[in-house]
Nanobody, 122 residues
Framework: QVQLVESGGGLVQAGGSLRLSCAASGSIFRINAMGWYRQAPGKQRELVAT???????NYADSVKGRFTISRDNAKNTVYLQMNSLKPEDTAVYYCNADLVRIATMWGSFDYWGQGTQVTASS
């Protein structure tokens, strides 16, 4: 069984910083891309940032220059450093991983974490 567990969310004042972590565990053969998505109440889930196994990154325009995604392949962990937080960043943040399980080594599948709440108050 594969699990993605997020941590690091919380309540901060606008302009503050948070660092999210997501650790993948279980019988994992290979992790391809990992990423962060967010969803505010009544809104669609949107991409925040992604990172490939080789370290190539992509960011939503709304977070460029403020957020940084990184990963530690040895720890099967992806991070999201969030600086200069704005009230509009308030959402549940979900970790995502495209990975290959040992039991299904013929292909990769998308996995999601439970989500962690991030609130930036004004």
């Amino acid at each position: 069984q594969v699990q993605l567990v997020e941590s690091g969310g919380g309540l901060v004042q606008a302009g503050g910083s948070l660092r999210l972590s997501c650790a993948a565990s279980g019988s994992i053969f290979r992790i391809n891309a990992m990423g962060w998505y967010r969803q505010a109440p009544g809104k669609q889930r949107e991409l925040v940032a992604t990172i490939t196994s080789g370290g190539s990154t992509n960011y939503a325009d709304s977070v460029k220059g403020r957020f940084t995604i990184s990963r530690d392949n040895a720890k099967n962990t992806v991070y999201l450093q969030m600086n200069s937080l704005k009230p509009e960043d308030t959402a549940v943040y979900y970790c995502n991983a495209d990975l290959v399980r040992i039991a299904t080594m013929w292909g990769s599948f998308d996995y999601w974490g439970q989500g962690t709440q991030v609130t930036a108050s004004s």
